[in-house]
């Protein structure tokens, strides 16, 4: 059975810091892996990564993928009260929809 | 351009009762996800569809559940008799291509209460 675990399951920083959240899959015939962020409504899309070691970046946000160790982070520098929400990573694999982590809470206080 | 929508966006009813949800997926996108959100099990894949026809339904807890697409822009989700434990967030994503290679663009949900 596909699995995806997160940690941590929350995160409280203050604005301005540097958060890193972990994701780790072990899925049969691996495809992607996705990172979405989700705030009140629907998780909107932030990631897919295929390929190991090539970093994506969006303005503050950047992820990696490691296909050997099976993990990937997710980083977000000079964080702002707007980034507070649940961050969930998602492979793709063996089954056909996404297996989803129970997401990273994260929590920026002013 | 209109994202995924769903309806309704809020349901309460009691349990026994017949629930439908509906969804609109993109225009263009073949491939329709639906996924059950709730505290303790996060996430969880339901139904896959591509090209309206049913790929993956080995998430769908029960009889009670079915999925229909009956076209390439609107799909159902019933469940009939509802209980309490079917309370949830449930969503409808969409994308373009078979699974895995784009990604899923999420509907609002609808949050379903049954008594």
């Known amino acids: 059975e596909d699995k995806v675990v997160q940690s941590p399951l929350s995160l409280v920083v203050h604005e301005g810091d540097t958060v890193t959240l972990n994701c780790s899959y072990e899925v049969t015939n691996f495809r992607s892996l996705l990172w979405y962020k989700q705030e009140k409504k629907a998780p909107t899309f932030l990631f897919m990564l295929?390929?190991?070691?090539i970093e994506k970046k969006s303005g503050r946000l950047s992820s990696i993928l490691d296909k050997k160790e099976l993990f990937s982070i997710l980083n977000i520098t000079a964080t702002q009260t707007g980034d507070s929400a649940v961050y969930l990573c998602a492979v793709e694999g063996g089954a056909d929809g996404l297996t989803f982590g129970k997401g990273t809470h994260l929590i920026i206080q002013p | 351009d209109a994202g995924v929508i769903q309806s309704p966006r809020h349901e309460v009813t009691e349990m026994g009762q017949e629930v439908t949800l509906r969804c609109k997926p993109i225009s263009g996108h073949n491939s329709l996800f639906w996924y059950r959100q709730t505290m303790m099990r996060g996430l969880e894949l339901l139904i896959y569809?591509?090209?309206?026809?049913?790929?993956?339904d080995s998430g769908m807890p029960e009889d009670r559940f079915s999925a229909k697409m009956p076209n390439a822009s609107f799909s159902t989700l019933k469940i009939q008799p509802s209980e309490p434990r079917d309370s949830a967030v449930y969503f409808c994503?969409?994308?373009?291509?078979?699974?895995?290679?784009?990604?899923?663009?999420f509907g609002d949900g609808t949050r379903l209460s049954i008594l």
């Open positions: 994503a969409s994308s373009f291509g078979r699974a895995g290679n784009q990604p899923q663009h």
């Open positions: 569809f591509n090209n309206n026809v049913p790929i993956d």
């Open positions: 295929t390929s190991s070691g």
